[in-house]
């Protein structure tokens, strides 16, 4: 699992995301919703579905399909327990927050009360795939890369990004009561859309836009995750003569205003 933290740094908590990807009219497509504004964390940035694990979906007896928690952990570089985690989660995460509930055999037709039952934690996703009498099917996730919180923030996260392609017959929508909108967007749009001041785009987030908009393909993002390394990026940051953030992530550079900006 995750290190504890040092004396006076917020430990950082597990986390799974899962950017769907698509193929469309000006490139490649990614699913992503703006968080509402009441949000605690991030209101207003553009983000793809994810969040913090629950304990629950560590839940061993939660049938899989399509890949094992050893796979996964080979590839992540984890235990067996946390791959299991955070895999799970990813899974969990894309159901609350678009509907597309990926299980083997698939189940096409409406659970919308139970998403809502799932997101709002009245019952566990494991109780589900159960009920349904399915098995997660965690073959469409591909690892990306693993994000953690600079030390200096008091809330931190150690993401674990996964990118999928859903498999035919299975829907999105915008479902979660964390957003104000959602919907498959072009992932050059969104990058110019942050950069032109219209959108909040998080560095992690920008990251892996800025490597889907030059992937041809959806096949190509996918191709290109099996490729990528996974050591834990953890970004330094300082301040610039103009009083702007810079986040150094190996060897990724982001700017964002700071409270003395003078830009």
Known sequence: MSEGSTVGVAQARLASTVVAVRDGESGVEVW???RAMSMAFAPGAMVFPGGGVDPRDADPSIPW?????????DRLGTDTETARLVVAAALRELFEETGALLIEPMVLQDHEEERRQVESRERSMADLVVELGGAMNVAPLEPWMRWVTPDSESRRYDTFFFVAVLPAGISTGSVSSEGDSAGWESAQ????????????????????????????????????????????????????????YVIHANDEVFVRPGPGSTR
């Open 65 to 73: 399909s399509g890949g094992s928690a050893e796979n996964f952990a």
């Open 32 to 34: 992503m919703m703006r």
């Open 189 to 244: 749009r969104v990058l110019d859309d942050g950069k032109a001041g219209q959108c909040i785009v998080l560095p992690p987030t920008e990251s892996v836009l800025r490597a889907i908009a030059r992937a041809a393909s959806a096949r190509e993002v996918l191709e290109g995750a099996a490729l990528r390394p996974l050591a834990a990026i953890v970004p330094a940051v300082t301040i610039d003569g103009n009083g702007d």
